[in-house]
């Protein structure tokens, strides 16, 4: 078992997502960095799929009633292991009774731990992750939480020491598709969309990142007819501020969307955090 | 037919209309295309969600030429949800639309819906099939916390909550209908294309 002394800002359990319940207005959930997840789950033998914790800008402990091996990815928090500092992006030891202190990250958002074995907490239509827009899954962490661990057997060694994780920049550049719903823009739009720079305010979280910036002016009247939305998608609501869907966006939405993120940039967008600058551009 | 990109890893359909949008989505399912992750109806398209290393331009070639998918359509029975006619906005509605309490619950109730799409929260359908005298606009301000089962309208919409949730719909009443329970298969009551009907129940 794994104690939750203190959460952070905000820690969930997350895995790859609840896939293929879209038609019944479930979002797919997940780890919002998916990427750092699957890594973290790499470096401690687990399958790529395997529950961990996703933490908010760090700044949590936790206790291990018994021996485990961990390993933290994605924003690269300072990790302390029973007081003695130990590094991101590689396997690390814990012994019985430690407690595992994450720092805050000097850049990025979420970080990711993941345990040997894997977090056994009880799977909702099919995955273990929080979803903070539909409510399914288990409540995020609280103090005093106790998370079952999963077995061993049969998982793969642990074979990497360490795992090179490119900086993540101070101001990325992500690259978008036009479209579906382009058309609904004129071309000053993607213009300004793709030559300026865009502001992540504080009203981001797994559901989206809301940016300010130069607004984007619609040429077409009317509402658009609500239809199935893309993690990434960049929609346009009335005020013409952008906002990015992440992992638990609504499936449907009825604002034109004017590009989607390539989807290797989707785990660069779930790092942004607030007050950080942000471009976009085509190819 | 036209077919749009939304990202690299989805392709959204426009079929003109909800009927076309049904059946395209049947007819996917259906065909249990590989690399396909959701499939996702909206009023008059189908979203189409794949794998990220799905070939798109090879799924969009074979979109229009899937066969109709077999055993589906308008003849399936209604899913009856049984209402008591006692919501909070039932005077509201009835003074917005000049119509007297009795002939709103009338209205509601004999008309046959459809699910349209679901989305808001699991499990929430839009049915279209509302009497369009009873097209009111959703409150100005929402409530924080409608109970589950609660029975709602709003523009050319009407819907059963799922689960407690936030909402600006006017309640007309209140179903005992379990419309979403995550220990069932399939989860959901309503799914796109499920036929409704409404059944006025006393109060017990």
């Keep these: ?283 | 037919m036209r077919i749009l990109r939304a990202g690299d890893a989805a392709l959204l359909v426009e079929t003109g209309g909800l009927t076309d949008a049904h059946r395209l989505d049947a007819a996917i399912r259906a065909a249990r295309l590989p690399g396909v992750v959701d499939v996702v109806p909206g009023e008059r398209t189908v979203l189409v969600v794949t794998e990220p290393s799905a070939d798109l331009d090879r799924l969009a070639a074979r979109l229009p030429d899937l066969p109709p998918p077999p055993g589906t359509g308008p003849d399936a029975e209604p899913v009856e949800i049984p209402v008591v006619y006692d919501g909070e906005d039932l005077g509201e509605v009835a003074a917005l639309t000049g119509l007297g309490r009795e002939e709103v619950v009338r209205r509601h109730c004999s008309a046959s819906y459809t699910v349209a799409y679901l989305g808001f929260s699991p499990g929430f359908g839009y049915l279209t099939g509302l009497d369009p005298a009873l097209r009111v606009p959703r409150r100005a301000s929402p409530r924080t916390a409608v109970p589950a089962g609660s029975v709602a309208i709003a523009g050319p919409y009407a819907a059963v909550y799922p689960s407690p949730s936030p909402g600006g719909w006017r309640l007309l009443g209140r179903s005992e209908r379990v419309l979403w329970d995550v220990t069932r298969d399939p989860p959901s009551l309503l799914r796109p294309g499920t036929r409704v009907r409404f059944v006025p129940e006393a109060a017990p």
Excluded: K
């Excluded at chain 1, 800002?9 to 997940?30: F, I, K, Y």
């Excluded at chain 1, 961990?70 to 500092?85: E, K, Q, S, Y």
């Excluded at chain 1, 991101?88 to 720092?103: I, K, N, Q, R, S």
């Excluded at chain 1, 409540?139 to 999963?150: E, W």
């Design chain 1, 1 to 283: 078992m794994i104690e939750v002394i203190r959460p952070g800002p905000l820690a969930t359990v997350q895995d790859l997502g609840r896939p293929g319940h879209a038609h019944l207005g479930v979002p797919r959930s997940g780890a919002a960095d998916e990427r750092a997840l699957r890594l973290a789950n790499r470096l401690v033998g687990n399958p790529e799929g395997a529950a961990c914790v996703e933490f908010t800008l760090g700044g949590a402990t936790l206790r291990f009633d018994s021996p485990a091996w961990i390993a933290v990815t994605g924003a690269p928090a300072f990790l302390r292991v029973d007081g003695r500092g130990s590094g991101a992006h590689a396997p690390c030891h814990v012994p019985a009774g430690a407690a595992v202190e994450l720092g805050t990250p000097p850049s990025g958002l979420r970080s990711y731990l993941a345990v040997r074995g894997g977090l056994m907490v009880g799977r909702v239509l099919g995955s273990r992750s929080t979803d903070v827009l539909s409510g399914l899954g288990p409540a995020a962490l609280t103090s005093g939480d106790r998370l079952p661990v999963g077995g061993t057997e049969g998982l793969d060694d642990i074979t990497v020491d360490l795992a090179p994780a490119p900086p993540l920049p101070a101001s990325p550049v992500l690259r978008i598709l036009p479209g579906p719903r382009d058309d609904w823009f004129g071309p000053d739009a993607i213009t300004a969309l793709t030559s300026t720079p865009y502001t992540v305010t504080p009203e981001t979280n797994r559901v989206g990142i809301r940016l300010d910036g130069a607004p984007l002016a619609r040429t077409r009247e009317g509402e658009l007819s609500s239809e199935g939305m893309v993690t990434g998608a960049v929609q346009v609501p009335p005020s013409g501020l952008p906002i990015v869907f992440l992992a638990d966006h609504p499936t449907t939405g009825g604002y034109p969307v004017i590009g989607v993120l390539a989807s290797a940039e989707v785990p660069r967008a779930a790092q942004l955090r607030p007050g950080q600058t942000v471009r976009f551009r085509l190819n």
